[in-house]
């Protein structure tokens, strides 16, 4: 299916010819009826003898109601630009061509209405003459050009020839898994309830599916569908559809709203755009201009954040943020336009290239502006790899919300990027830039190389400390300490491979006299206190991080070899009997009850045993 826009004359010839074409009156307000003038969006359709249908979106003409009518052509695959001969080219004539242009909607069919009212030849010369010149401007020499009559019904046959043809050309719609619907109308059906209306875009919908209303993040699950009026159980990309929504009241709803998948479209307050100016507008666009945003069905007032200048020119194009005053659920690669909001008047649009900057870019930045150039213009592998730059690693579902990539293109961005070594694989379906990669591991380096700097007597730096000290999940350290040959994970300890605690003479013997010490009464050791006064606190804490003597409390500490045999002794006990208790442990190490229960609650912390009234059972981690 395919959805084009009719744009041009004020007056009802416009409506007039849509009628003709599909035998739909698209002015379906009574003021409109009245005045035979479009002043809300209209709809209709042709169905075509193949079985397609073609949606028709007829947009107001009036200059009075442009902000209509940027409401209902964002959506178009092609678009009618109608002029009326007994006029020729009028102001908003050349507007919506600048609109179009600005939206990238190429596929435009000039069509030449009333010719039934023009007897003069010479005048219907001067007329296509005059909309050549305009066409030239905008180096659209080659668009077709149909001369009709909704009257008499001259032309109107060559004009559906020439519409398929077009239409033909056109690619289809994508499916990306993410639908969106841009909502145009939103109104209550007795019986039914809520009803938003809008052209799909980006995946296909289907009842029951549950749904998310953005900005406003209402919930909802889809009840009922219809395209062209007929019910439908799914509808794929590049229709207009209504849809009939459960769990949100129409009051809840509005137009430039989106329906989208849950958690799939984020609204934003900023927006990092590549901007065109028409070389009419009446002034340049300064920096921090108050403007209004179009973007599908939705507008909003903004402050345009020029990165590279303080003024643009007319028909200059620059880099600019939006600084919007009101939410907008915006993606990346969605058409905008510009408009001054007082007094009235189109300057410009462009295409978003960031949706969530998260942040106020700095102005006059090189770097700022190459990173814009890349999301804007890199390859797609290149493009993969600057999404994934983040915190933490993202998901492929993620890459492809971001991108806006279809799933075969997709695959080829992450296979190429892969091979290109720009992105990492980090399991379960997760993936990181190597750019992102290689900060943390450059940030993780230089935090162990002070440390070590600092602490030459610690073994490394302990793992949560370190992943604090990193603000990252601790499965992405680990992550880390195993894909990089100079990160060690030693006794849950963290080093570079090149460091090791050095003793020197004078710290050895007192190292050792600490371990005589405890030797000398293995089962009940002096305490880490008085180890400290014999050794030092430092050397002390080395032993622990060596393992010659292993800590059980604040206070007592075993020699290692003591330590194990402990150990191996309580597990053998428990392994024959079931269970242990102090005594017991006592009794057989000839030690003190302050020992055997500092080694039992010791290893409770372990999970090696488990405390159950007076006795210790086996431990999950036994």
């Given at each position: ?14 409506s007039?010819l ?36 073609i ?9 009075d ?13 092609a ?11 009028m ?11 600005l ?33 030239s ?17 001259a ?20 499916n ?10 939103a ?22 599916d ?6 406003s993040?209402k919930?909802?699950r ?5 395209s ?13 559809v ?7 009241n ?6 430039g ?29 300064a ?20 990165l590279?200048?303080?003024a ?50 700095k ?9 814009l150039e ?6 797609p ?17 993620d ?15 992450l296979?190429?990027a ?11 379906e ?18 162990l ?6 602490n ?6 302990p793992?949560?400390e ?14 880390l ?13 963290v080093?570079?491979?090149d ?9 050895n013997?007192?190292a050792?006299?600490?371990l005589?010490?405890l ?12 180890l400290?006064?014999?050794?030092g ?27 194990d ?11 024959e ?46």
């Open positions: 299916m395919r959805i084009i826009g009719t744009a041009g004359h004020v007056d009802h010839g416009k007039t849509v009628e003709k074409l599909s035998g739909i009156n698209p002015d379906r307000l009574a003021e409109e009826q009245a005045r035979n003038m479009t002043i809300d969006l209209g709809f209709a359709w042709i169905d075509l003898p193949n079985g397609d249908t949606g028709i979106v007829d947009v107001p003409g009036h200059r109601f442009i902000e209509n009518m940027l409401a209902g052509v964002g959506g178009i695959d678009a009618l630009l109608v002029i009326a001969a007994d006029e020729g080219i102001p908003q004539t050349r507007e919506h061509l600048a609109i179009l242009q939206l990238d909607i190429t596929n435009i069919i000039i069509v030449l209405t009333k010719v039934d009212l023009i007897d003069d030849p010479e005048w219907l010369e001067l007329v296509e003459l005059e909309i050549g010149d305009l066409l401007q905008w180096n659209l020499d080659d668009l077709p050009l149909v001369a009709v009559s909704a009257h008499t019904g032309g109107i046959n060559n004009l559906l020839k020439r519409l398929k043809h077009v239409l033909a050309e056109i690619p289809q719609r994508a990306y898994h993410q639908p969106r619907l841009p909502i145009d109308r109104f209550v059906v007795s019986g039914f309830g809520a009803v938003i209306t809008g052209a799909l875009s980006g995946g296909s919908l289907s009842i029951g549950s749904i998310e209303i953005q900005p993040g919930t909802g889809i009840r009922g569908l219809q062209y009026r007929r019910r439908v159980d799914t509808v794929a990309p590049g229709s207009r209504a849809v009939n929504i459960a769990g949100i129409s009051s809840e709803i509005q137009r709203d989106v329906l989208a998948y849950p958690g799939q479209l984020q609204p934003t307050l900023l927006a990092d755009a590549h901007f065109t100016q028409l070389s009419e507008v009446s002034r340049p666009l920096h921090n201009a108050q403007v209004k945003v179009f973007s599908g069905a939705a507008e909003s007032l903004a402050n345009a954040r020029l590279e200048t303080d643009l020119a007319p028909g200059a194009r620059g880099w600019l943020q939006l600084r919007l005053r009101s939410p907008m659920p915006l993606s990346r690669g969605d058409r905008f336009i510009l408009r001054y909001p007082s007094p009235a008047e189109t300057i410009g649009g462009g295409v978003i290239i960031n949706a969530q900057p998260g942040r106020r870019l102005r006059f930045q090189a770097h700022v502006i190459d990173e890349l999301r804007a213009s890199g390859t592998a290149e493009r993969l790899a600057l999404a994934a730059q983040a915190d933490a690693p993202k998901s492929l579902r890459l492809q919300k971001t991108l806006g990539y279809a799933d075969e293109e997709l695959s080829e961005a296979d190429e892969l091979s290109q070594g720009l992105i990492r694989h980090l399991g379960e997760r993936y990181w830039a190597a750019e992102s990669w290689g900060r943390l591991a450059q940030a993780a380096y230089t935090d190389r002070n440390y070590h700097r600092d030459p007597l610690r073994l490394g730096m793992r949560p370190l992943r604090s000290r990193l603000n990252v999940k601790l499965g992405l350290l680990d992550m300490i195993a894909n990089e040959d100079q990160l060690i994970l030693e006794r849950n300890f080093r570079l491979a460091h090791s605690i050095e003793f020197s003479r004078e710290q013997e007192k050792e006299r600490a005589q010490a030797l000398a009464d293995p089962y009940s050791p002096p305490a880490i206190a008085a400290n006064d014999i050794a606190e430092n050397i002390v804490r080395a032993l622990g991080d060596l393992r010659r003597l292993v800590r059980v409390n604040d206070s007592i500490a075993f020699a290692a070899d003591s330590y045999r402990l150990v191996s002794e309580i597990r053998r006990h428990i392994s009997f079931n269970e242990i208790d102090a005594k017991t442990l006592r009794d057989k190490f000839g030690t003190s009850r302050k020992y055997a229960i500092a080694v039992l609650e010791h290893l409770d912390s372990l999970g090696v045993t488990q405390r159950v009234g007076d006795v210790r059972k086996r431990g999950r981690n036994l």
